[in-house]
């Protein structure tokens, strides 16, 4: 890349925010007050993000005169819940690719049953009038590189095979352009009816809302230091109080889990988003997105783009930075350097919108585990439930999550309990330095990959025999 092109792209970050677009919203609705003392409940849910709000919300769903009580350490939506890219995907494997390789014996149920969850997503943004800018466009997988399109071909075939292409489609280079426009384009699979585009930090403020009008008691700046049986219940303290419940359902995703043995299990990677001006008729036009689907291009090192309702795009993804330690800190939420790379990025993709500026770059952790794709289970004799590791696929999948811990704490067989995906858990991560240096090389690997017409090398194919999931 010239040096003066990156001087010229990176001006059009001058004004960016750093914050999330999604939570800079003078709508955004007031906090909840702290727990002071102490409270009493049937079920304790902590966490306010996604996975927290779908599982207090569904059981007062399933048992209305069940006492449920929520607990966030800051508010409702504020982390990786309020500043994703707004992609609502039916997948719970992070991808038909990523399922038939470690599930091939049940994909077919787990595509119907996400399929079924997204459906099920749809229908309470509607029943709770949850005004999420939710629109059912789907989604294009972009082929930028010769071996992507020949990747995206086999893996229609793949899904062919399975019964799953029907609602997919092949695109070639002009039909692909037909819907959005990029010189860099080569063709891509449309999922036309399994990924939603929606607002992130409205979803989870209108399933906060839906949760207080259920009944749910909601304590926010409230955080969950311990855990520790009780009685015959569980006991969480917080700074100001307890609360005892008979049982708990854990939704704390990326940040350290009150079970610690499954802290092993997720590591926290840190993603990045920027934002653009909203777009006039004459750049839409230019780059005729008309039927305004998500897309991402097919690469190891990918982008995530989308249009918001006001016409900006969103552009993301592409650096996956792992810190040493694994630690989540605040500082690591803003990243100059990666948002000059994704900048250069946006305008080569679209260099008819030369001049767009950005208006919000932001970033934050994301929860990833070692089969790219959530894991459940209990602790202390199934009075505690837990899912994590939804590694960037969490929009959609965190309903399924919630579902499958309520499951589990009644002690119930169903079609969700049943399932190798919920029975099984991915390997956990080593101790450094060995996590920093795996993840290291094998995000070096994958760069190669992209840079070598997808081959890999020795590292990625001993990844792939250990089924650690580093295929995306």
Not at 13 to 26: E, F, G, I
Not at 74 to 80: I, K, N, P
Not at 208 to 218: F, I, M, P, T, Y
Request: a negative charge; proline letters at 5%.
């Amino acid at each position: 890349m010239a040096p003066g092109a990156m001087t010229r792209w990176t001006k059009s970050l001058s004004d960016a925010q750093p914050v999330s677009y999604w939570l800079d919203d003078p709508g955004r609705p007031a906090p909840e007050p702290a727990l002071t003392g102490d409270d009493r409940c049937d079920l304790l849910v902590v966490g306010g993000g996604y996975s927290g709000l779908w599982t207090a919300l569904i059981a007062k769903e399933r048992d209305p005169r069940r006492e449920v009580v929520l607990v966030e350490g800051r508010e409702a939506g504020w982390a990786a819940s309020g500043r994703n890219g707004g992609f609502c995907a039916a997948s719970l494997t992070h991808g038909i690719s990523n399922g038939l390789s470690r599930w091939p014996g049940e994909i077919e149920k787990l595509e119907e049953l996400g399929a079924r969850n997204l459906d099920e997503i749809e229908a309470a943004v509607k029943r709770y009038s949850i005004d999420c800018d939710f629109e059912r466009t789907g989604e294009i997988d972009v082929a930028t590189a010769p071996h992507q399109l020949a990747e995206l071909r086999e893996m229609y075939a793949e899904m062919a095979e399975h019964g799953l292409a029907e609602g997919s489609e092949l695109l070639d280079a002009d039909a692909l352009r037909e819907q959005v426009d990029s010189p860099t384009f080569l063709g891509g699979l449309w999922d036309r009816d399994g990924v939603a585009m929606l607002h992130p930090a409205k979803l989870a403020w209108g399933l906060k809302r839906a949760c207080l009008e259920k009944g749910v008691r909601v304590y926010e700046h409230t955080p969950a230091l311990q855990l520790a049986p009780a009685g015959g219940g569980m006991a969480v303290r917080t700074p100001y109080g307890r609360v005892f419940a008979r049982q708990v359902a854990l939704a704390t995703n990326i940040f350290p889990s009150l079970v610690k043995r499954l802290r092993s299990y997720t590591v926290p990677v840190y993603d990045y988003a920027l934002m653009t001006e909203p777009l006039t008729d004459d750049q839409l036009a230019a780059i005729g997105w008309k039927n305004r689907q998500g897309l991402g291009d097919s690469a190891n090192q990918f982008h995530y783009f989308r249009l918001s309702a006001d016409n900006r795009i969103l552009w993301g993804g592409y650096d996956a930075i792992y810190p040493f330690g694994g630690k989540v800190r605040a500082e690591y939420d803003d990243r100059p350097e990666t948002y000059a790379k994704l900048a250069g990025h946006f305008f080569t993709c679209f260099p008819q919108l030369e001049g767009v500026r950005f208006t919000h770059a932001w970033g934050g952790a994301i929860d990833t585990c070692s089969r790219f794709s959530a894991f459940f289970g209990t602790a202390h004799k199934g009075r505690v439930a837990y899912a994590a590791g939804y590694t960037g696929l969490g929009v959609g999948a965190t309903r399924f999550g919630a579902d499958v811990m309520l499951d589990l704490l009644s002690g119930e067989r169903t079609e969700r309990t049943e399932l190798e995906m919920v029975r099984t858990k991915p390997l956990p991560f080593p101790p450094e330095p060995f996590a920093w240096t795996g993840v290291a090389l094998t995000k070096w690997s994958l760069a190669r990959s992209d840079a070598n017409g997808g081959k890999r090398n020795l590292w990625l194919k001993t990844m792939d025999k250990l089924g650690l999931g580093f295929d995306s």
